[in-house]
């Protein structure tokens, strides 16, 4: 993906370690949603990277000094409905005053393109920068339609992380919104005809859920 200026791929040992945890059948729903959320933990660090400072005065026990801060009230973090709620913690331990909207998309099992049924945004989005969040990076529909979504509610600065990508969802983002950087921890081999990542890790959301 060295092609595209705005993916960044980890190369991580302490990542490379848990998703092989992550990818075990035999990992259980309370393990696979802490995995995940530590995932989120590590890659929001290096994410964060480009976020806004702003000078403020620090008294030290010596002297005062000049120190630098992110405004609480800058960042958003949203989760694309359901899976990428497993990734909202992971983010709020790096980052405990971000505020956090919702926006929901079920996946067509025909056509298998997303379809949009809510999106919930704090005030003023265009203002703040806004990490869009799902576990899974597939064909990329769904995160193309979300980044969609954000855009026409005014959102300017959009920074979209996945643990797993597809080769194919990850072109499709790079290309289609150039100005999104796009973080992805592992990027896995292709799509299989179902449109599921190989090797992959199942469904995402039925394992942070319990809910197959």
């Known amino acids: 993906?060295?092609?595209?200026?705005?993916?960044?791929?980890?190369?991580?040992?302490?990542?490379?370690?848990?998703?092989?945890?992550?990818?075990?059948?035999?990992?259980?729903?309370?393990?696979?949603?802490?995995?995940?959320?530590?995932?989120?933990?590590?890659?929001?660090?290096?994410?964060?990277?480009?976020?806004?400072?702003?000078?403020?005065?620090?008294?030290?026990?010596?002297?005062?000094?000049?120190?630098?801060?992110?405004?609480?009230?800058?960042v958003v973090i949203v989760p694309i409905l359901r899976a990428g709620l497993g990734m909202v913690n992971g983010v709020h331990r790096v980052f405990p005053t971000a505020a956090v909207g919702h926006i929901g998309m079920y996946r067509d099992e025909e056509t298998l393109e997303p379809q949009e049924y809510y999106c919930k945004l704090p005030p003023d989005i265009g203002s703040k920068t806004v990490f869009l969040v799902d576990p899974m990076l597939a064909t990329g529909g769904s995160a193309c339609d979300a980044i969609d979504a954000l855009k026409k509610r005014g959102a300017t600065k959009i920074i979209f992380m996945s643990v797993i990508g597809a080769p194919e969802g990850v072109e499709r983002v790079a290309k289609a919104h150039p100005d999104v950087s796009v973080y992805v921890s592992t990027l896995d081999r292709c799509l299989n005809e179902h449109g599921y990542i190989l090797p992959g890790l199942g469904d995402a959301g039925d394992r942070l859920f319990g809910t197959k």
């Open 1 to 74: 993906m060295k092609q595209y200026p705005n993916v960044f791929l980890f190369d991580h040992p302490l990542i490379k370690h848990k998703i092989g945890i992550l990818r075990d059948k035999r990992t259980g729903t309370k393990e696979f949603r802490e995995l995940v959320e530590e995932i989120a933990m590590v890659m929001t660090y290096e994410s964060m990277r480009d976020v806004e400072l702003v000078p403020v005065q620090v008294e030290t026990p010596l002297e005062v000094t000049t120190g630098y801060r992110i405004q609480s009230e800058s």
